[in-house]
């Protein structure tokens, strides 16, 4: 249950923040009327996303052998690039979420002309990103969960995160967001490590990869480390534990987590300042 509150805190914060930004600059100008269209946008988004994610676990859930593992390993694959491009991307774009919402709908304003529509289309595609990385998440994490903790983690996590979203913008309380979004950054790079190695485990298992050493280590007699037990489906769906792993999984994990977690830490290179240039000397 942890891993779906941790995904949805993330995600719902970021959905929230955006919510709440957009609200706070409706409520600041002066244009209560444009709460209506704001919400029917936010409302759209979170069907589109939430329809589009039940269709794929659907036709997912339909599979069967090979054909649904190599479906789970795409899912969990594309997961991982998604997650990763919204950690790096949120690090880059925190600090001025603000300002770019404002600026866009302020575009979008001009280009319709209708300020209802554009109020509609930008609450609508801001939140449809959150809800979409947040169906693929779910969906990569729905793979050997229990469907009822998922849900109730899930839930847990969007309702916090919906509080935290108020607090921060509409309350005016202060939080410390660069620890929060570094912290949550970490734990879901850990998160799509285990996504990895899990999809390359699902395609050695359907002979779509090479599989040179299957047991880097064997902890299958311990019943409390597989998936058999509590413990085991939390570890699985945490962190992508296996009992028995090959290397091409473990090498996978430690590499992401490393390079990954380097990269995020070490944060965006600062630009080179040019020297100064000397005064030209008369002769």
């Given at each position: 249950m942890l891993a779906p509150f941790l995904i949805m805190l993330r995600e719902g914060f970021e959905a929230a923040l955006v919510i709440a930004i957009l609200y706070a600059y409706l409520l600041r100008t002066g244009r209560r009327d444009l709460l209506g269209p704001m919400w029917v946008g936010v409302t759209a988004a979170f069907?589109?996303?939430?329809?589009?994610?039940?269709?794929?676990h659907l036709w997912v859930g339909d599979?069967?052998?090979?054909?649904?593992m190599r479906a789970f390993a795409a899912v969990m694959l594309l997961a991982v690039a998604v997650l990763t491009w919204m950690i790096f991307w949120m690090r880059a774009h925190a600090p001025k979420?603000?300002?770019?919402?404002?600026?866009?709908?302020?575009h979008a304003v001009d280009a319709t002309g209708n300020v209802k529509v554009a109020v509609v289309a930008a609450a609508f595609l801001a939140v449809l990103r959150e809800g979409f990385e947040a169906v693929v998440f779910l969906l990569a994490l729905s793979t050997g969960a229990d469907g009822r903790q998922l849900l109730i983690g899930a839930v847990v996590g969007l309702g916090v995160a919906a509080v935290l979203g108020w607090m921060v913008v509409v309350g005016g309380r202060r939080m410390p967001m660069r620890q929060f979004f570094v912290l949550t950054?970490?734990?879901?790079?850990?998160?799509?490590?285990?996504?990895?190695?899990?999809?390359?485990?699902?395609?050695?298992?359907?002979?779509?990869l090479p599989l040179s050493w299957d047991a880097v280590y064997n902890l299958t007699m311990i019943p409390a480390l597989t998936g058999e037990s509590e413990i085991g489906r939390f570890l699985i769906a945490l962190v992508g534990w296996d009992p028995r792993p090959s290397i091409e999984q473990t090498v996978a994990w430690w590499g992401f987590v490393v390079v990954v977690t380097w990269?995020?830490?070490?944060?965006?290179?600062?630009?080179?300042?040019?020297?100064?240039?000397?005064?030209a000397q008369t002769p």
């Open positions: 069907l589109t996303a939430g329809g589009g994610g039940l269709a794929l599979l069967a052998g090979t054909a649904r979420i603000r300002g770019e919402l404002q600026d866009s709908l302020a950054g970490v734990v879901l790079i850990v998160f799509a490590a285990g996504l990895m190695s899990r999809a390359i485990g699902l395609l050695q298992a359907s002979d779509d990269l995020f830490l070490k944060g965006p290179g600062r630009p080179a300042t040019p020297p100064a240039q000397r005064p």
